[in-house]
């Protein structure tokens, strides 16, 4: 599988829209060594490239990717998936279209030619590049048909990777997240309850959003051929 996505915004608002561009593919392998008589199983690997520019400054990142994952189905009801990611980012920024509050005429209000900073000043912001890894793990639980639940933990930035300007140690804390949800559908209606969850610890921040939908079928999937989906809404 092979997908694109670019993205302008904000270009009837700036001289210089926000760009963002994605490239990646994936491909599954090894699906008939991990499935047995029972339960299936299998890997997947993948990669992207993304670029995203932003704004006058042309503050830039370019990031490639690689990909791992494996999924297995431990018994009838219980499912475990697990992946690692890490690649390497380049980061940019354009420092001659900077202003300052020096720059500013005091009576006018216009922006004069007086330079932004002093050599010494400009002369410590240079681009940069890092490597960042994470990984996280997934659980599924499917006992009947009326439920449906699963709870996922990740570590991102997981060697804490440097990201700063400027020639100085500005070190990203490893962020932890963690979701959850399920789906409950009470025997004889076509109506099902989603609760869900997440919660994301990064250094000192914390940020926890809980939810939930309600679901009402309009027409269930075909039991035996598979050529009618699900319809619903929500």
Not at 27 to 55: Q, S, W
Not at 86 to 106: C, H, P, W
Request: glycine share 10%; aromatic share 12%; hydrophobic share 35%.
């Amino acid at each position: 599988r092979v997908t694109a996505h670019y993205k302008d915004q904000w270009r009837s608002l700036m001289s210089k829209p926000f760009k963002t561009g994605l490239i990646s593919f994936d491909v599954p392998f090894l699906e008939g060594k991990m499935t047995d008589a029972l339960y299936k199983g299998g890997m997947g690997a993948g990669m992207y490239i993304y670029h995203d520019k932003a704004g006058d400054l042309g503050f830039g990142t370019t990031q490639l990717n690689a990909c791992l994952s494996a999924n297995k189905n431990i018994n009838f009801a219980n499912n475990i998936s697990v992946g690692l990611q890490g690649g390497l980012a380049f980061r940019t920024i354009d420092y001659s279209q900077m202003q300052s509050e020096n720059q500013v005429d005091k009576i006018t209000g216009q922006i004069t030619n007086q330079p932004v900073a002093s050599d010494e000043e400009l002369s410590k912001i240079e681009p940069y590049t890092y490597s960042d890894f994470a990984t996280g793990i997934l659980w599924t639980l499917t006992p009947d048909k009326g439920f449906r639940s699963n709870l996922g933990i990740s570590m991102q930035h997981v060697n804490k990777p440097t990201q700063s300007f400027y020639r100085k140690q500005d070190v990203s804390y490893a962020r932890f997240v963690c979701n959850g949800g399920a789906e409950i559908n009470p025997r004889n209606i076509r109506m099902s309850f989603i609760p869900n969850f997440i919660v994301f610890l990064q250094g000192p921040q914390r940020e926890i959003n809980v939810g939930t939908m309600l679901k009402y079928v309009l027409q269930e999937s075909s039991k035996y051929t598979g050529w009618v989906d699900e319809t619903a809404v929500g």
